[in-house]
């Protein structure tokens, strides 16, 4: 079995377990480029929750 899934993964070119690579810190620096204003507020339709 694991020989069949290691043949797949290759074929599709995923990164076996051994290839993983953890993320950097600040990898993903400049992703978020807009937050609005009201982000925090509470939502209309969590009103009769709160």
């Known amino acids: 079995m694991e020989d069949l ?3 797949l993964v290759s074929d599709i070119g995923l990164p076996s377990a051994d290839e993983k690579t953890r993320m950097k ?4 620096k400049g992703f978020v480029t ?3 204003d009201d982000f925090d ?6 009103k009769d929750y709160m």
């Open 25 to 28: 810190f600040g990898e993903l």
């Open 34 to 36: 807009y937050i609005a």
């Open 41 to 46: 507020e509470p939502l209309e339709d969590f």
């Open 5 to 7: 899934v290691s043949a």
